[in-house]
């Protein structure tokens, strides 16, 4: 067995790493503590993860560094959930270690490991033991140690890091009493346990189909195979190439070359990672497209297919084809805002307040930190305001606002969609980015939020016993209430809310709730509370009957 691992090997153990945790991303939806119709740790890190396969299945034969930065480029774009954009922190402090190397050596691994793991708490600000986080560090800790007694067996080497890390994984609901009380073991912790066990499934020479299927979602564009193939090709020339960067290149001049591309061809995709650009399009003047590369730096990987030849192109291509939209540019404006939004009726009320782009998203499909990118490209705005409205979107959005240089993002951290309607109210234009940041934080502060929908299966937590089938409504903390009835435990949760400060309560019903429901809700609760104003309005969002603030 090889005591080193060179480029060819790495993309192979990645790629394994990837298709084992794509094949088990149900179980780890499943590990979800709360048992809601939703759990998507597992389906996030495999979108993470998959968006940076394609672009390493798509390389070939190639070195180190090319796939270093398919690696880091692609999940830290396609990155989505607070467990995704860790994984692909942990996969960017990995690659930087390791992009100079040839070969990789059980001291280059633990030094990557370290680097990983000090990258990845870096980019969350309350990091918690418990996680993803903490099954990371004790990977690194155990291969720091093999290092240093000077294991040089890679197979050793692999063995005993993921031993030790499946007996990190097996104590976080130690760290964490919620993962206790539900009776799991911390979902992202799992997710990166499988991408460990499928990269050393490859080093080990295991047969591995590594072929990297077509990875759909709510938001992106699906295009049939056999209509692509049947159709007149318009640009001939299917032309690839990587620019290794010798001049500046930030977001306004992706914006510009990608405008220039689409002049003389289409199929445009420009995925840019610190010194290097990866550039896909089809044209029938490559010269065109590599002349104007050539101002920004030298060229390499580049491959020049005649479609009119050889039709049938990568998936990845496709997909990443599909994508390209034709919008028509906003007029300039000061102040932009973007909002994560599900909902017809919740879609109709932040675009009301003057949102300027909605993404599609939350609570049942996490946008990816791509998704972020393209709407913040999209918003002819100097400063643009991002609310996630959903706890786990936030680190995406924070991880979109570093990689843009050419504007003001201001992420507001909402976690709930009350407290993003909250945040666009309070905002006052007379005052600067930064104030205005701060009062919308200040009164997001005070916005209780209380959401109902059902378990999928059996479980404990919060000292309340919930069987499949069961209403739940959650609030801000944990579960508020539980039972058979939709009407009383919405009502019980609001009674648990509530406290002689808050004024006001709105109640925004769901796709699957009829009005006549919602309008006897919302009597039961005037009649409880004549003191609040109560405020009813129909959301349209799918999973959660009612989303309740009171404030």
């Excluded at 298709?19 to 809601?36: A, C, G, H």
């Excluded at 990258?119 to 918690?128: D, L, Q």
């Excluded at 197979?155 to 760290?175: G, H, N, R, S």
Aim: hydrophobic share 40%; charged share 25%; proline share 3%.
């Amino acid at each position: 067995m090889a005591n080193t691992i060179d480029a060819k090997l790495l993309a192979k153990m990645f790629l394994s790493g990837a298709k084992n945790l794509e094949s088990k991303k149900e179980w780890i939806n499943d590990l979800n503590v709360f048992p809601v119709p939703d759990g998507d740790t597992g389906t996030n890190m495999t979108l993470t993860i998959m968006a940076a396969a394609k672009e390493v299945s798509a390389l070939g034969d190639t070195d180190m560094v090319s796939i270093c930065k398919a690696i880091s480029s692609g999940s830290l774009r396609g990155a989505r959930g607070n467990s995704g954009v860790i994984l692909s922190q942990l996969f960017r402090g990995f690659t930087k270690s390791i992009k100079e190397l040839d070969e990789l050596t059980v001291a280059d691994l633990a030094d990557a490991s370290e680097k990983a793991v000090e990258t990845a708490y870096k980019a969350v600000m309350k990091p918690k033991e418990g996680t993803i986080l903490t099954v990371a560090k004790g990977a690194s800790q155990r291969a720091r140690e093999l290092a240093d007694e000077g294991c040089q067996d890679l197979t050793v080497f692999f063995d005993e890091v993921i031993k030790y890390a499946d007996e990190v994984l097996e104590q976080t609901p130690e760290m964490l009493p919620v993962l206790k009380q539900a009776g799991v073991v911390d979902s992202g912790g799992q997710g990166l346990m499988q991408v460990l066990k499928g990269a050393y499934d490859a080093f080990l020479g295991k047969e591995i189909d590594l072929s990297i299927p077509e990875v759909t979602h709510a938001n992106t564009a699906k295009v049939s195979y056999d209509a692509q193939a049947q159709a007149d090709i318009k640009f001939g020339y299917c032309t690839e190439f990587i620019i290794l960067l010798s001049k500046t290149f930030n977001i306004k001049h992706e914006i510009d070359f990608k405008e220039y591309l689409e002049s003389i061809g289409d199929s445009i995709v420009v995925v840019a990672d610190d010194d290097v650009v990866k550039v896909h399009v089809h044209t029938n003047d490559p010269g065109l497209a590599i002349q104007r590369a050539l101002k920004y730096g030298a060229l390499s990987n580049m491959k020049i297919d005649n479609m009119r030849l050889e039709h049938q192109e990568k998936l990845f291509q496709m997909e990443e084809a599909a994508k390209e939209e034709s919008v028509e540019e906003m007029p300039h404006k000061e102040v932009g805002f973007i909002a994560v939004s599900v909902g017809e009726g919740i879609n109709e009320i932040f675009q009301g307040l003057g949102v300027d782009y909605i993404i599609e998203g939350g609570q049942t499909m996490n946008p990816s930190t791509e998704d972020m990118l393209n709407a913040i490209e999209k918003v002819n705005a100097d400063t643009i305001y991002i609310l996630p409205n959903n706890k786990n979107i936030i680190l995406a959005a924070n991880q979109a606002r570093d990689l843009v240089e050419d504007k003001n993002i201001v992420v507001i951290p909402t976690k709930t969609v009350p407290q993003g309607i909250t945040a666009i109210i309070n905002y006052v234009p007379d005052l600067s980015a930064e104030e205005n940041a701060q009062c919308m934080m200040n009164e997001i502060a005070n916005v209780k939020t209380g959401q109902v929908t059902y378990a999928v299966r059996d479980t404990m937590i919060d000292d309340k016993e919930i069987k499949e089938g069961d209403f739940m409504g959650i609030g801000d903390a944990g579960i508020l209430s539980v039972g058979r009835e939709m009407s009383d435990v919405t009502f019980q949760m609001v009674q648990e809310m509530m406290d002689d400060s808050l004024e006001l309560i709105s109640v925004y019903y769901g796709a699957d709730v009829t009005e006549e429901d919602a309008e006897n809700l919302k009597n039961r609760i005037e009649e409880a509370y004549p003191s609040c104003d109560i405020e009813l309005q129909y959301g349209g969002q799918p999973i959660y009957y009612f989303i309740i603030s009171a404030e």
